[in-house]
């Protein structure tokens, strides 16, 4: 794994590196101001009690690790909801970093913020790339800790270089979690990261994370790009898209009364 200390440290050697692994880390790109500023915005975003409903489209759900309790998990979108989270998702700092491994201008596509809260489930092994015909295959995930990224907290592992199998789940739009023999004989690598780092990886590279055992949340910013090459400006028309099949997907379940707010 590259770890650098400066954005700008974005060279053909880690470009390279990434290209082979399909992760780069990069130390340190902001201040102790600038994370806590979104983490204030995270607490203010999260008192908005009026959005966190079972029925709204934007929320995200996550049951307890030990009695299953469903508790509420994640905002999806979150920039609409926040200036300064915006800001941050279209810093140019993040720009200037995916668009040297694109090797062309890259475009903010998808936006959550994830409070995984204590005692909150993982997520199993699985690929972040969408099976729809309109999901950009240039697709890449930045983590932006909010809070310390930690063994305890579970923080996401990745398994570098197997991104390079493509889209291991079928091409039918729906989320697939991957067998276990997918990264057989292969390390993980867990982004134990601190507020102002981030985290880049390819759309395909296989990722987990286990159970938050602490008592803390551990927030972070999950901000997906695609080279512009790739479709362009398209964030608000996933969304459409995405909102549509999320209403599709709960009908199949008996429930008709969602909304996005």
């Not at 390279?16 to 130390?27: E, F, H, P």
């Not at 926040?82 to 694109?102: K, Q």
């Not at 923080?155 to 276990?180: C, I, N, R």
Request: hydrophobic share 35%; net charge negative; glycine share 8%.
């Amino acid at each position: 794994m590259l770890t650098q200390t400066k954005s700008s440290a974005v060279d053909e050697h880690t470009i390279q590196i990434y290209r082979a692994t399909g992760l780069s880390v990069v130390r340190g790109v902001f201040s102790i101001d600038e994370i806590a500023a979104v983490s204030e915005e995270a607490n203010r975003v999260l008192g908005l009690s009026e959005l966190i409903d079972i029925n709204n489209l934007r929320c995200r759900w996550q049951n307890h690790h030990q009695t299953e309790e469903c508790r509420f998990d994640c905002f999806d979108p979150i920039i609409d909801l926040s200036a300064p989270i915006e800001r941050m998702a279209r810093d140019r700092r993040i720009l200037e970093i995916v668009s040297a491994l694109y090797g062309e201008e890259a475009c903010l596509f998808k936006d959550k913020l994830i409070y995984k809260p204590p005692g909150a489930k993982g997520y199993g092994l699985h690929q972040d790339y969408i099976g729809w015909e309109s999901f950009p295959r240039s697709f890449v995930t930045v983590l932006i800790p909010i809070d310390p990224a930690t063994d305890e907290n579970g923080a996401t592992e990745v398994f570098p270089g197997l991104h390079k199998q493509g889209y291991l789940s079928a091409m039918d739009g729906d989320y697939h979690e991957l067998p276990l023999s997918v990264v057989e004989g292969t390390t993980g690598i867990r982004l134990c990261l601190e507020p102002g780092d981030l985290a880049v990886f390819d759309g395909m590279i296989p990722h987990r994370s286990a159970a938050n055992q602490s008592n803390a949340w551990r927030r972070q910013l999950y901000l997906s790009y695609n080279a512009k090459s790739d479709g362009g400006e398209q964030r608000d028309a996933h969304y459409r898209e995405f909102h549509t099949w999320l209403k599709q997907k709960y009908a199949e379940y008996g429930k008709h009364d969602t909304y996005y707010k």
